[in-house]
Every structure is written in C-alpha cells, then in structure tokens.
C-alpha cells in the first residue's frame, strides 16, 4: 500500500481512489479519471503538464472518444473534491497556455508503513462500513426496479397474448351474429310472403 501524503494536509491513497484529509479524518472517493490525474500531477510533481500530455495519458487505456472538454472536468471535479475536505489550499496551479502543475513548493511525501498506514486504513475501513447500508439500499432498490420492470413486461406480454388470442374468436363471433342475423331475416322475410299468399288464396 502507497500513500502519498500532500502538501502536509492530504493523504492519497491511488490504489483505492480516496482522499484523506489528515486534519478532520473527512475522505472522500474519487473518479477513476480523477485519480489518475491526481497521481499522473504527484509523479510528475514540479512538471507542468500539457493538456494533450494529460489526455494522452489519463485517458490511455480508456476505449472512449475524449474531448477538451473531459480535461476540464477532471480538474474541475478535482478541485471541488480537494475543497469539500475542507483544504482552502489549492495546490493544483494552472499555468497559462501551457498546462497544470503542483509545484515544488507544495512538499509531497511517500508512506508505504508505520502509524499513518494503520490511521489511513482505519479511516478508510470507517468508510467503508458507513457506506455499506447505503450501497446495499442503492442495491435492494435496483433489484426491486428491475423486477418491477419484469414483472411488467410480462403482463404487457399476457396482455399481448390474451388480445392476440381473443382477436380471432371475435372475428368468428362476428361471423356466426351476422350470419344468424341473416337467417333470422331471410326467415321472416319468408314468413311474411307465405302468410301474404295465404292471405290472398
């Protein structure tokens, strides 16, 4: 486990996504892009890095179209995380045409041991656990959409049937009425005729 300890306020801890800030122990998760861009301005640290140079290599192994506007999101997203930890500090400097840094003058220090692992992963247990019963609800809500949406689209489908199956015979019903209707029609147009001739002899 590696820990990059930033600017005497943050813990970063890349292989989990998470932000720590070391005074109030608030963490936060970060996007997968998000943390690459993090870890790509930590060891690039001192380095001001072009925009091409960061698409290029945030966004490498991803299989989507990325645009200017995907960067500027990033760092954006980036930033209002480092702020909702409660760092007033933003250590991310923009340089003018020509890209973004975190300058030397920021120190940033590698943990790979000792006490500050034990806290770190203390914090990000706490997390973790805070975070299931919300994960699992998300979980039990979705599963209970989707069977919803099962459940609906096989009475659509009973439904679908039952008309298909009820379009025919409606159509044989129609039939047999019209038929009986005409009989019954032809019937007394007979009658009358015939009680017509009687009438006359």
Not at 79 to 90: A, F, P, Q, T, V
Request: charge should be positive; include cysteine; proline fraction near 2%.
């Amino acid at each position: 486990m590696t820990v990059y300890f930033i600017d005497k306020s943050l813990y970063f801890n890349s292989d989990k996504m998470i932000l720590i800030n070391k005074e109030n122990n608030k963490s936060s998760k970060l996007y997968s892009t998000t943390s690459s861009l993090l870890l790509l301005l930590v060891i690039k640290h001192g380095e001001v890095l072009s925009k091409d140079f960061v698409l290029k290599n945030v966004w490498l192994d991803l299989d989507v179209v990325v645009t200017e506007g995907s960067y500027y999101q990033a760092i954006t997203h980036l930033r209002k995380k480092i702020r909702e930890l409660g760092c007033s500090i933003d250590f991310i400097q923009t340089i003018p045409r020509r890209g973004i840094v975190i300058p030397r003058s920021v120190k940033i220090r590698v943990i790979t041991e000792g006490l500050e692992i034990q806290k770190i992963q203390e914090i990000e247990l706490s997390k973790e656990i805070n975070e299931a019963p919300e994960i699992h609800k998300i979980e039990r809500l979705q599963e209970s959409e989707e069977v919803h949406k099962v459940e609906e689209i096989i009475e659509n489908q009973k439904l679908h049937d039952s008309l298909k199956t009820m379009e025919p015979l409606g159509g044989k019903k129609k039939f047999f009425l019209i038929f009986f209707a005409l009989s019954f029609l032809f019937l007394l147009v007979f009658l009358f005729f015939r009680h017509k001739n009687v009438a006359n002899n």
